[in-house]
Structures are given as C-alpha cells and as structure tokens.
C-alpha cells in the first residue's frame, strides 16, 4: 500500500499547491489529485501489462517449451498480479476520501467491477503481444511510444468530454474510455456508472480474440525461442 499511498499524497501536494487546477467552479484543490488518480487506476493496470507483454513469453521460454504448460497462464497471471494492485491502489484512494471528504459514495463498491472490465481487455491485449512479440521482435519498441500517446488520448489527464469536444472518434473508438469515466463516476461522484462503461463484452470480446490469435500463433512459438 505504500507505493499508491506515496503517489496520491505527491498528487495532492503537487494539484493543491504547485499546479493548481480546478475542473468545475464548485471545486476543491485537490479534487483534481483525486480525479488524476481514479484515472490512473484503470490505466496503469492497463499500460504496465501491456508495455511488457510482447516480451512475455521469451521471458518464460522455459514454461513456453512445456506442450502440457498452458502459455497463455502467463498472459493472464500478470493480468491478475497488476489486478490486484489496481485493487490495493483503489482502497488507497477510498481511504483518501475519507480522511479528505469524511465520506465514501456507496457506489465505490462498483470499482472493482469496472476495474475487472479492464483486466478482461487487458487480458486479451497482452495475450495478443505475447504472442506476435515472439514473431515481430521489435514489437516492444512500438508498443512503448503508442501506450505514451496512448494516455494523452484517454481521459486520464482530462475528462472525456474535452477530448469529444476536440475529436468525438477518440472517445468512440476506446474501450478503455468507458471504463475510467465510470471508475470516477462511482468512487468521486457518487453516481451510478453509464451502462456502457457497464459493457463488459468489449473486455470478453478483447480476451477471446487475443486467445484466438494465441491459439493459432502457439504451435510456432516453441520453435522460435
């Protein structure tokens, strides 16, 4: 817990005195630490997998050259590790708001469901990277920069509906957009998140078309470690 805890009182010290920015007029100074953090939650789950997955499987050749060893329980054990600090890091912020707010919306109880929505697309991202990162060895160099755009693009700095003002097709064509607007909606706002931040068929459809693209890439993948 120390690490979330570190970062979410350099955030708060950081958007409460240096860089000051206010998101509504009704705004507290640091009600912007907490909405750079919700965002962080869903995102840094999603980014620190994905970021090492092409690299996955030449990194546990040994597991991948065992035909009874499923392979793709690598892909979905560091979904599962990067989960489960998503879930450490999500208390650290309930904790915040309520020694900061003195009270918790009830429906943070939902962010571990939203969360698990991003573990499901994440879970299928990185099959998909484990697995050509065997074929493409230079995979981890592009997958580096995209993931830094990546954020620019997502609302994690910024609410969505400055990035639909700008360019709606940003909004519409990411699944991940959904997801981190209701992580903030449920554990900030008190509100009920948006049914299709509730859509966990995109994560479901993600994880079975990286399982199909594992499927068919597995029998060459023992050959080129």
């Known amino acids: ?5 570190l970062f979410l009182l350099a955030y708060t010290l950081v958007f409460s005195k240096l860089v000051q920015i206010q998101l509504r007029p009704d705004a507290t100074r640091v009600d912007y630490a907490f909405f750079f953090f919700a965002g962080l939650l869903g995102w840094t789950l999603f980014a620190e997998t994905t970021a090492r997955a092409p690299r996955l499987f030449s990194a546990q050749a040994h597991f991948v050259r065992r035909a009874l060893f499923p392979s793709s329980a ?6 599962l590790t990067a989960f489960y600090q998503a879930l450490i890091a999500c208390g650290v912020l ?3 708001l309520w ?3 003195g009270s918790v919306p009830v429906t943070a109880l939902l962010a571990p469901l939203l969360l698990g929505g991003v573990a499901l697309f ?3 991202v990185a099959l998909a990277l484990a697995s050509l990162g065997i074929f493409v060895r230079d995979l981890l160099e592009v997958v580096g920069p995209l993931l830094s755009i990546g954020m620019f693009i997502s609302p994690v700095l910024y609410p969505a509906a400055k990035i639909a003002a ?5 909004v519409r064509l990411n699944p991940l957009a959904p997801l981190i607007e209701g992580l903030r909606r449920t554990l ?3 509100a009920w998140p948006d049914p299709a931040a509730l859509a966990l068929a995109a994560g479901w459809s993600a994880l079975l078309l990286g399982a199909s693209i594992h499927r068919r890439l597995r029998p060459g993948l023992a050959d080129l470690l």
Do not use: E, Q
């Not at 817990?1 to 805890?5: I, N, R, T, Y």
């Open 99 to 101: 020694v900061l707010r």
């Open 74 to 79: 690598l892909a979905v054990a560091a979904v």
């Open 1 to 5: 817990m120390l690490v979330p805890l």
């Open 188 to 190: 900030l706002d008190g």
């Open 122 to 124: 994440t879970a299928g």
């Open 166 to 170: 700008v360019s709606p097709w940003l």
């Open 94 to 96: 309930v904790l915040g």
